[in-house]
């Protein structure tokens, strides 16, 4: 496993932080908090196994696995559906186009009842034997601390990562040198043995366990807060950001009645706003938004499938607007500072590390 601190709270979700929201919005509220002069722009690092070869052919392989899974509706791929004949790859919607464009306001319950219709006529994906869940993401960032709305991003990166589909265990991918003292078998080998102590729960998610979650949303809220680590009650920003990596982390394997608990779990939040969202190619998405003073945080999804599809992070002055303000260059309104569209495939444990790194014991 890694030790970025980033890509760990996504397992680990109920890590508290104190004072300050959790994952990657913490380095965002310290600079609107520090905001001083703009600065250089600034590249998120990519991991140290990324050499350039290693990195396109992880690439190559994760996209065409989710070329070749098929399509859901609108052209979305989707784990577990139909097999497609032959195709170039093509990166996910939001790659050519910097920034989406936000359309009317939505009624936030309008939105998850929408979702919840459409996710109840699918089901949750299956692996193979051997495979991997792959998760491949397109990120965007803008640098600064005043951003300009509608500015070409600072950086544009490509993230792939694969986990054991039991567990949601991470495999670490090739690497050209050990981490902190551990090669890529060692790091396997420990995350498979907390599992087998822990068992499947929060922190090691699994098809039956995710299937054995309350559908009622009290109780699902309750059994959340029991397994989160520091006080029950936090603040809805941090709540809502809880709830976002847990969902992206289990998506392709959450059963339609545990989704849409989840969806009238998050719906109770203070600070909710929803809106149609638009990529260049004209692609809908729908976007739920939770502002709190000058942070927002932003969940993307897909209405052909119900499904996650992105998430925004968003800086500027405090305003009561949602995804459907306009930004304007004197302020009012949040300006996003990171995007990120999702995809995931099903792919052969060979096609992304090497036979003996995820080989059973």
């Known amino acids: 496993m890694t030790d970025d601190a980033d890509l760990r709270s996504v397992?680990?979700?109920?890590?508290?932080?104190?004072?300050?929201?959790?994952?990657?919005?913490?380095?965002?509220?310290?600079?609107?908090?520090?905001?001083?002069?703009?600065?250089?722009?600034?590249?998120?690092?990519?991991?140290?196994?990324?050499?350039?070869?290693?990195a396109a052919a992880v690439l190559a392989v994760v996209v065409i696995g989710v070329a070749a899974l098929g399509t859901a509706g609108d052209g979305t791929p989707q784990p577990g559906g139909p097999t497609?004949?032959?195709?170039?790859?093509?990166?996910?919607?939001?790659?050519?186009?910097?920034?989406?464009?936000?359309?009317?306001?939505?009624?936030?319950?309008?939105?998850?009842?929408?979702?919840?219709?459409?996710a109840s006529a699918g089901s949750p994906a299956v692996p193979r034997t051997g495979q991997l869940l792959c998760s491949t993401t397109f990120v965007l960032t803008r640098s600064g601390p005043s951003p300009a709305p509608g500015s070409a991003?600072?950086?544009?990166?490509?993230?792939?990562?694969?986990?054991?589909?039991?567990?949601?265990?991470?495999?670490?991918?090739?690497?050209?040198?050990?981490?902190?003292?551990?090669?890529?078998?060692?790091?396997?080998?420990?995350?498979?043995?907390g599992f087998a102590a822990a068992g499947p729960g929060w922190g090691y998610p699994t098809a039956a366990w995710l299937a054995a979650l309350p559908t009622d949303p009290d109780l699902l809220l309750a059994d959340f807060q029991a397994a989160s680590r520091g006080p029950a009650d936090v603040d809805d920003l941090t709540r809502?950001?809880?709830?976002?990596?847990?969902?992206?982390?289990?998506?392709?394997?959450?059963?339609?009645?545990?989704?849409?608990?989840?969806?009238?779990?998050?719906?109770?939040?203070d600070g909710l706003t929803a809106a149609e969202a638009f990529t260049e190619s004209g692609k809908r998405l729908l976007a739920v938004r939770l502002t709190s003073g000058t942070v927002g945080d932003e969940?993307?999804?897909?209405?052909?499938?119900?499904?996650?599809?992105?998430?925004?992070?968003?800086?500027g002055a405090a305003v009561s607007g949602g995804p459907g303000s306009s930004p304007g260059p004197g302020g009012g309104a949040l300006v996003p500072v990171r995007q990120e569209m999702l995809g995931y495939a099903f792919q052969p444990a060979s096609s992304w590390a090497s036979p003996s790194a995820t080989a059973r014991r």
């Open 153 to 193: 991003p600072s950086s544009e990166q490509v993230q792939a990562r694969c986990f054991e589909p039991e567990g949601l265990i991470e495999i670490p991918a090739p690497v050209l040198g050990e981490v902190k003292g551990q090669s890529p078998e060692e790091q396997l080998a420990a995350a498979r043995d």
């Open 240 to 269: 809502w950001q809880q709830y976002g990596r847990f969902l992206t982390r289990v998506d392709p394997l959450l059963p339609a009645a545990q989704r849409a608990a989840f969806h009238r779990m998050m719906g109770g939040l």
């Open 84 to 118: 497609a004949g032959p195709a170039a790859p093509t990166a996910p919607e939001g790659r050519d186009t910097p920034w989406l464009k936000y359309g009317a306001p939505v009624p936030v319950a309008a939105v998850f009842a929408e979702l919840d219709q459409v």
């Open 11 to 54: 397992r680990e979700f109920h890590q508290h932080r104190p004072a300050l929201a959790p994952g990657a919005l913490d380095r965002v509220r310290r600079r609107v908090q520090t905001a001083t002069a703009p600065h250089p722009p600034r590249r998120r690092p990519l991991p140290r196994w990324t050499a350039p070869a290693a």
């Open 299 to 315: 969940l993307l999804f897909n209405p052909g499938t119900g499904r996650l599809a992105g998430h925004v992070e968003l800086i």
